[in-house]
């Protein structure tokens, strides 16, 4: 029994960790923060982009998921 529960805790850690980052908008430099998600688009707090709508578009531009890029960590 204690196999599956030791497979299923590393992969979750990690999707975790790669879905929290944040995205750059290319077009305008708007910055999607999971942390804080798109309230006046009604994403909540704790959203990853990867899990954002298809039709979710900047904010700031319009632009789609597709004009974003992972933000570089310094």
């Keep these: 029994m204690g196999n599956p529960g030791e497979i299923n805790i590393p992969p979750i850690k990690r999707e975790e960790e790669v879905s929290m980052k944040r995205f750059r908008c ?12 798109d309230p006046d688009g009604g994403i909540e707090p704790g959203t990853a982009f990867e899990d954002l709508p298809e039709d979710w578009i900047c904010p700031l531009c319009g632009a789609g998921k597709e004009d974003f890029e992972p933000e570089e960590e310094e």
């Design 26 to 37: 290319i077009l305008c430099g708007y910055i999607y923060d999971p942390e804080v998600g």
